[in-house]
């Protein structure tokens, strides 16, 4: 038994040195053998999922606040602002409320940012290829476009996959205590929706979030990366140090492409979330209003959606939430390039996103 219990812990301790050893080889530009490029896939899936994760609890209390008032009932608005609306949510619900939908939000966003990263990519491998037999130059680099046209295949790709998730996370984010029928929890909400609903329902507001995911996440590479070799490349205020960028820096980089990204798409966000509560038979107050002020949730597409809220709210309608959203994805854009950049380097994966 004793001798059976050293076999094991020898195991376990080679295992660890290889790991470790690999991990230098890679930091170290080594090439890797063929064997192990399984396990560098699993690893970027790793670090991008960990990205996601980590950026969107960081910033979950300004989530919920963003899609509360983006579905808000316009006769029976309960708030305006960002900081009125987290006092509300902390006086109504308390602290918990805050983070209300976040577990479903992880459980999306994980596989969702593993995915993007990871799909980045390889889009990015197949474009550039395609771009050198093009030119016929062997030494071209992606241009900002190109980088534009891999962050939208990747964004499309990520989005689509996950998409009923981010569904039924819109739901569960939406309802309160006083809501008339509470989802439990993400598989709860997913079989109540296919139940009641159809499974067409989960992907109610599909086409606007493709629309809006291509000039978003296509814009939040695309800047992330050109910013990064321009400072690279040029230097300006003595920011690259052993041709390296600082964490700082970085985290400048992602909070400008992050800026960018979702003020161009932010309409259609908006367009898509009131889409995902059309059908809901137990919809909260804050989307049906009380009372005199209660009113159906009714449209039959994008288009009808857009004109009904742009005709009865007026055109800042398609910007509600845009001030929490912005507080929101700017620090979670940066946290997401710079986490996903950090965990592939501690797992020795040699390819980072800007290369």
Not at 10 to 20: F, R
Not at 100 to 109: D, E
Not at 249 to 277: F, H
């Amino acid at each position: 038994m004793a001798s059976e219990n050293v076999k094991t812990g020898e195991s376990a301790v080679t295992t660890i040195v290889n790991l470790a050893e690999e991990a230098k080889l890679a930091r170290e530009g080594v090439v890797r053998a063929p064997s192990y490029a399984l396990a560098s896939i699993c690893k970027s899936l790793v670090a991008g999922g960990v990205a996601g994760g980590v950026s969107r609890t960081a910033v979950a209390p300004l989530e919920r606040l963003k899609i509360l008032l983006q579905v808000q009932n316009p006769h029976n608005i309960k708030y305006n602002g960002t900081l009125q609306g987290l006092k509300y949510i902390w006086r109504t619900e308390g602290f918990r409320g805050l983070f209300k939908g976040n577990g479903t939000n992880c459980a999306r966003i994980v596989p969702n940012s593993a995915v993007k990263f990871f799909s980045y990519e390889q889009a990015s491998k197949g474009i550039l290829y395609l771009y050198q037999q093009q030119t016929g130059n062997e030494d071209a680099q992606l241009t900002p476009l190109l980088r534009l046209g891999a962050g939208a295949c990747a964004g499309i790709i990520a989005m689509s996959a996950t998409y009923p998730m981010d569904m039924v996370r819109g739901r569960i984010t939406v309802q309160t205590e006083a809501s008339p029928y509470q989802y439990r929890g993400m598989f709860h909400a997913l079989s109540t929706v296919l139940r009641e609903e159809g499974p067409r329902a989960l992907y109610k507001g599909w086409l606007p979030s493709v629309i809006g995911v291509i000039p978003y996440v296509g814009l939040n590479f695309a800047v992330y990366e050109s910013l990064k070799d321009w400072l690279i490349k040029s230097n300006p205020f003595g920011l690259v140090e052993n041709s390296e960028l600082s964490v700082t820096t970085r985290l400048a980089c992602g909070a400008a492409a992050g800026t960018v990204g979702q003020t161009v798409a932010y309409p259609l966000d908006v367009i898509r979330r009131r889409m995902q509560m059309v059908g809901w038979s137990h919809a909260a107050s804050v989307l049906t209003g009380d009372g005199r002020g209660k009113v159906p949730l009714e449209c039959t597409g994008m288009i009808d959606a857009f004109r009904k809220t742009v005709q009865h709210e007026g055109f800042g309608a398609l910007y509600k939430g845009l001030v929490p959203n912005s507080v929101k994805v700017v620090p979670s854009i940066a946290i997401a390039f710079v986490t996903y950049e950090v965990v592939k380097d501690i797992l020795g994966v040699e390819i980072r996103i800007s290369d």
